[in-house]
T-cell receptor, first 113, second 113 residues
Framework: GENVEQHPSTLSVQEGDSAVIKCTYS??????FPWYKQELGKGPQLIID?????GEKKDQRIAVTLNKTAKHFSLHITETQPEDSAVYFC????????????FGDGTTLTVKP | ETGVTQSPTHLIKTRGQQVTLRCSSQ?????VSWYQQALGQGPQFIFQ???????GRGNFPPRFSGLQFPNYSSELNVNALELDDSALYLC????????????FGDGTRLSIL
């Protein structure tokens, strides 16, 4: 089955700096890659997603890049703010069933004011 | 638009007992996926229900079972509880098995003593 590895497990940045989180996946058939933000006591919330026919997607301060050949994808957050502090998860699935996603183990991002 | 709601928010059980967790899907969503999230890890796929039928299962034993009702609300049942079942249980709904994105509830925190 699919295996998703996520790095780093913790990341601390100063407010205004950029943050990058990287994930690799094992199943070349995976073609849908969402990123979730999970705040304390809450469920994961989708922040951005990308499909395998797209190499990059941007939404304001958040961007995701995908390298299908290398089977890795990354989350980029620019101009970080204290409210970006949370746990971030990457996931991979086949778009025939996004509900059967395989998740990474998460990155705890701390943005220091 | 009503989001995904889960009940109860917290639950304490002892080993060997049985538990039922409930999920109300987002309006119009006919697919629900259940995940187990152990402390410090990403969510792990348990199973999915689509139009009241199980539509895929992760690597969980048969004592984990589910139901989906005609109104698309659902239940997760766990028999013969073990200490390792202590986790946050998340449900996520989507419009169809391939529907993107999934919308997560805030989970039920289950503690086994």
């Amino acid at each position: 089955g699919e295996n998703v590895e996520q790095h780093p497990s913790t990341l601390s940045v100063q407010e205004g700096d950029s943050a990058v989180i990287k994930c690799t996946y094992s199943d070349s058939a995976s073609n849908y890659f969402p990123w979730y933000k999970q705040e304390l006591g809450k469920g994961p919330q989708l922040i951005i997603d990308i499909r395998s026919n797209v190499g990059e997607k941007k939404d304001q301060r958040i961007a995701v890049t995908l390298n299908k050949t290398a089977k890795h994808f990354s989350l980029h957050i620019t101009e970080t703010q204290p409210e970006d502090s949370a746990v971030y998860f990457c996931a991979a699935s086949k778009d025939t069933n996004a509900g059967k996603s395989t998740f990474g183990d998460g990155t705890t991002l701390t943005v220091k004011p | 638009e009503t989001g995904v709601t889960q009940s109860p928010t917290h639950l304490i059980k002892t080993r060997g007992q049985q538990v039922t967790l409930r999920c109300s899907s987002q309006s119009g969503h006919n697919t629900v996926s259940w995940y187990q999230q152990a402390l410090g890890q990403g969510p792990q796929f348990i199973f999915q229900y689509y139009r009241e039928e199980e539509n895929g299962r992760g690597n969980f034993p048969p004592r984990f079972s589910g139901l989906q009702f005609p109104n698309y609300s659902s239940e997760l049942n766990v028999n013969a509880l073990e200490l390792d079942d202590s986790a946050l249980y998340l449900c996520a709904s989507s419009s169809g098995p391939g529907g993107q994105p999934q919308h997560f509830g805030d989970g039920t925190r289950l503690s086994i003593l």
